[in-house]
C-alpha cells in the first residue's frame, strides 16, 4: 500500500517524537555524567555541556570502588547463571521431552514461584543464611538469585525444547545414541541460540538485583554490588550527580550490550532457531 | 555414563525414570531456596520473631501477627498506597507500550532501530532508573522543575520528595518509564502473529483504519494482553528496589507499599514475624491473580 506524503510526515514524525521522548532520560544520564559539575547545578539546564568531561569515567573508577562491585556483581551473575542454567536445562527437558507424573504441577509450581515477592522470601533465606554463616558472602547472593533465575530459565527453556522436533533426536537414538547423548550431542547445540537468550536473562536478572544485595551484603563493602554500590553514592548528603551518572552507565551498560543481543529473541519469541 | 545403564534407560518401559532423573537437581533445588523458606515464612509468620535465626528454638504459635495486620492503620493505608499504584502504573504503561507498539508495527525506515530505542528502558536497571529520575526531580536543579515552570505548572520550585502528593508522582513517572517498554515488545510481539490476509479482507470491505483497529487488531490482542496486564500488575505489587531506593517508602508513608512496609518491619524494625504475616498476604494476593492468567498463558513467557 502506498502512503501519501502527508501520512508519512506524521508516522515519522511521531515516532521521532515518540523515541526521543522515551529515551530521552537515558540521553539526561549521559549529559549529566559528561558536563564539568560546574555546570550541572545551573538553571537553565545545558543540553550540552561546553567542554564534555571525557575522564570521568576512568576518574570515578579511580575515586570509588566501582570496579570491584562490577567484578563483583559479575562473580554473582556469573555464579547464579551457572547454577540455574545446570538444574534447569535438565528440568526444562525433562517438562519439554517426558510425561512425568507431577511434571504439570511442576510446572505450574515454576510458574507460581516467578510471582513470589521478593521481600517475602527474603527473611526466611536471612534466617537461613544467618544460620549458615553466609551474610556478606557473595555466595548468599549467588543461591537468592538463583530462586529469581530458575523459574524463567526453566520455563523458557522448555518452551524453547518444545520448539524442537522430536524427531531430531528420535533420529539420534535409532543411530546409536543414549537418549542423554541425544540431548546433549543433538538438542544442546540445536539450542544454541535459546541457551545464549535464556542465560544472558537470567544474568541480567541477577544483575539487576537490589533487594538481595541490600539485605545480605550490607555488612560487608568488599562484597558490595554495583547496584548497592550506586545507592549508597546517592544517599550522600549532597549527591554529586555527575559521578553517581557516570558510575550509573557503567553499571548499566552490561545489561544494555546484551539488550541488543536479546531483542530479537524478546520480539520474534524465542520460537525461531530449530530449523537451522 | 555407562553404557547398561543408558541402554536401560532408553528401553521405552524405563524412560520416564530419565525423566525423574532430570528433574531431581531442579526439584532439590526449589525444594531447598525457595519451598523449605517459603514454609519458613509462613512457619514465622505465627510466631513473635524479632530476628529469625533457624537454630533458636520456635516460639509458641500465635495468630497475633495477623490480627495486628488487620487492625492497623498502616497496613490498610499501604494496601491502599498498593493499589492505587497498580492501577496508576498499569494504565499508564498499557496506553504507552500499545501506543508505541502500533506505532513502531508500521512500515518505515529505520523500523528497527525505533523499536530497539522504544523498548530501551527495559534494560536499565532498576536502581539505575531511580538515579536517572532522582536526578531529573531534583527539588533545586533538576531539569523537571526547570521545564513545569517554563510550561507553567508551577511557579516555583518544588521540592518533589517532600510532599507526599508529588512524591508519589515521581514514583508513578519513574515506573511507568520503566515498566512500559515490556507492554510494548509483547503487544509487538502479539500484532507481528496477526496475519496481513485479515487486514487486506477488511480493506477490501472498505474497512477504515479506525474499524480495523476496533476490529482485528484489539480482538487478536486480548489474549497476549490480558496476560501481559496480569504480569505488569504483579510487578507493580511486589516492586521493591524503584520505591525502596527513591523514597524508602516516605515522605509520611506517603509511598509505602505492601512490599515496602514488609521490607521495613523486617530489617528496620526487625519485627520478623509480624514482616512475614505482611508477606504472606502479598503472596496470597499473587497467587490468586497469576492462577487467573494461568490458563491462559502462552508458554514462554
Known sequence: ?276 | MKPGFSLDLARPSRRHWLGYLLLAPAVLLIGLIIVYPLIVSVDISFQNVTIARLDQARRPFTTANYERLFTSPDFWNAAWITLKLVVIVSLFCFLLGLGTALLVNNKFKGQSLARLLVALPWAVPEVIAVVIFAWMFDSSFGLMNWIFIKLGFIDTTVNWFSSPAAAFMVVCVTMIWKGYPFVSIMMLAGLQSIPEDFYNAARVDGANTWQRLVNITIPSLMPILGVTLVLVMLWVFRDFSIIYVLTGGGPLKATQTLSIMTYEQAFGFFKMGYASAIGVITLIVCIIASRLMMGRAPDNI
Open chain 1, 1 to 276: 500500500m502506498k502512503r501519501s506524503l502527508l501520512h508519512s510526515t506524521i508516522l515519522y514524525a511521531a515516532v521521532i517524537v515518540a523515541c526521543a521522548l522515551l529515551v530521552f532520560p537515558i540521553y539526561w544520564l549521559f549529559i549529566t555524567a559528561i558536563s564539568p559539575p560546574d555546570q550541572l547545578r545551573v538553571l537553565p539546564p545545558r543540553f550540552w555541556p561546553e567542554i564534555p568531561r571525557w575522564d570521568v569515567f576512568g576518574a570515578v573508577m579511580r575515586d570509588r570502588p566501582i570496579l570491584l562491585w562490577l567484578g563483583n556483581s559479575a562473580l554473582a551473575a556469573i555464579g547464579s547463571v551457572i547454577l540455574s542454567m545446570t538444574v534447569s536445562v535438565l528440568a526444562g527437558y525433562s517438562l519439554s521431552r517426558f510425561r512425568v507424573r507431577g511434571g504439570q504441577s511442576l510446572g505450574l509450581f515454576i510458574l507460581t514461584a516467578k510471582m513470589l515477592p521478593a521481600t517475602l522470601l527474603v527473611i526466611p533465606l536471612f534466617g537461613i543464611f544467618r544460620t549458615l554463616d553466609l551474610i556478606g558472602s557473595l555466595w548468599s547472593i549467588v543461591l537468592a538469585h538463583a530462586t529469581l533465575i530458575i523459574p524463567f530459565t526453566t520455563w523458557m527453556l522448555k518452551g524453547y525444547f518444545d520448539t524442537i522436533p522430536r524427531e531430531l533426536e528420535q533420529a539420534a537414538m535409532v543411530d546409536g545414541c543414549s537418549p542423554l547423548g541425544a540431548m546433549a550431542r543433538v538438542i544442546l547445540p540445536v539450542s544454541t541460540p535459546g541457551l545464549a537468550a535464556t542465560a544472558l536473562y537470567g544474568f541480567v536478572l541477577s544483575w539487576s538485583d537490589y533487594a538481595y544485595a541490600r539485605t545480605f551484603l550490607t555488612n560487608a563493602q568488599t562484597n558490595w554490588t554495583a547496584n548497592l554500590g550506586i545507592t549508597t553514592m546517592k544517599g550522600e548528603y549532597i549527591s554529586n550527580w555527575g559521578d553517581i551518572s557516570a558510575a550509573s552507565i557503567l553499571v548499566a551498560l552490561p545489561v544494555l550490550v546484551i539488550y541488543l543481543f536479546l531483542e530479537r529473541y524478546l520480539v520474534g519469541g524465542l520460537t525461531a532457531g530449530a530449523e537451522k
